[in-house]
């Protein structure tokens, strides 16, 4: 369904095109001098929409395209790029769910690049540009109230297996802060797979041995239990960051809380590319300008126990659970690694009728979080359910090993089923107390 939908795209995309075409001809058998596209006109205002959060300097995009001395020479790419709805990437089906932070172009769109492509792509009179964006140099938030870097940089060899590594940051808060936006900036972003960012309160017993200040892995330290830790934290998330996605802004009244004397522990999973680097990852935090009625906790829904057979090209995973407590859920967030295929969130009601939430066709390189364009209020006993599925097959050009049965793990060449999403609660209500299932008349909430 999601490629006849792609079909039709296109072809309303070419109608249009053929409709433009026409309108010329017509105008131009009347004597009248109908233009193409131009940059300035009619294609920058798309590109400073839709791209430029990437697609300029400093950010991760391999070329800007802010100017037209920058962006004819990528006309032709660009154009077909965006017919193919390869960009902006976007890989929600169409047919579940609604999202803030969908960047998906309109049929006019497309057609308005196309056809500028087609035509040669014309500059145009430069009076007609709009105004541009005025960006944050560095960052896609506000300028951050603080930044917290990792202490001392990674070096990670330009072959090889990384073993997850982590780093211990204090805050120095002196006071308890609610985090309304925050970022997390790599400094080598090619190497870096995901990054989580967990907070631990001062009276946190985890990773109380491991160093501070230092990168360190698992296998480095010598308590079991710690060991266990770095792995299996129920710390609460500050957010998570993956290729492609955009920082976490929530709404007025809503924010995610870190206590005074906090620390942050950055959790960061390295790849290698055959170039050895350094990486000093940073999070910028924008503060709520008031306490928040609303405190954002980052929940999640995983399986580890899957056993993925080889050469499977379909293979279903899922897991589900219920809400222990009222939530408003706000956005959703896969996690699967070079075997994912698609992820789906559900809610599963209590005649069994399935409602999906969200569906992805997964790509490995563009791991994006899908805000909801309209929260969603949730009753405690409301089902959830997460079902993924994987590629094992030779079909699969990132497979790694299609003769492998796959289990979880940390490596890319293992697997993940995580899906992460973001609710949110009563302020006063921490993730430990919104576990708590409260007793009623007639029994226990589900």
Known sequence: MRELGAIFAAVIALLLMGAVWQATVAATGRGEQISPPTFYKDVLP??????????????????????????????????????????????????????????????????????????????????????????????????????????????????????????????????????????????????????????????????????????????????????????????????????????????????????????????????????????????GLVFAKSPPKQRVITLQLNNHALIIPPGADDFRVEVQGTLPNDAILLSLFPHMHLRGKRFEYDIVHDDGSVEILLRVNYHFHWQLSYKLAESRELKAGTKLRAVAWYDNSRNNPHNPDPEKTVTWGDQTSDEMMVGFFDVAVPAAMDKWQYFVRHVEAGGTKP
């Open 46 to 283: 798309i590109l400073q929409n839709k791209c430029q959060s990437c697609h300029r300097t400093g950010e991760p995009a391999p070329m800007p395209l802010v100017t037209y001395e920058q962006t004819k020479p990528w006309a032709g790419k660009i154009a077909a790029a965006v017919e193919m709805k390869m960009m902006p990437p976007w890989f929600a089906d169409p047919r579940y769910g609604h999202f803030a932070n969908d960047p998906s172009l309109s049929a006019e769109q497309i057609a308005t690049i196309a056809t500028w492509a087609k035509a040669g792509a014309p500059a145009g009179d430069a009076h007609d540009a709009p105004a541009p964006p005025k960006w944050n140099e560095g960052w896609n938030i506000p300028p951050p109230d603080v930044v917290v870097k990792m202490p001392k940089p990674v070096q990670i060899p330009a072959r090889g297996e990384v073993e997850y590594t982590y780093e211990i940051a204090p805050t120095h808060f002196t006071e308890d802060k609610w985090v309304q936006m925050a970022e997390v900036r790599p400094s080598s972003p090619a190497h870096v797979h995901h990054a989580v960012v967990y907070i631990r309160p001062p009276d946190s017993a985890s990773l109380r041995h491991a160093p501070v200040g230092a990168p360190f892995t698992a296998s480095m330290l010598s308590d079991p239990e710690e060991r266990r830790q770095a792995h299996e934290t129920t710390s609460d998330l500050l957010l998570v960051y993956a290729p492609g996605s955009a920082p976490d802004r929530w709404a007025d009244g809503m924010a995610k809380f870190v206590p005074a004397g906090s620390d942050l522990v950055f959790q960061m999973h390295y790849t290698t590319n055959s170039e050895a680097a350094s990486d000093e990852t940073s999070v």
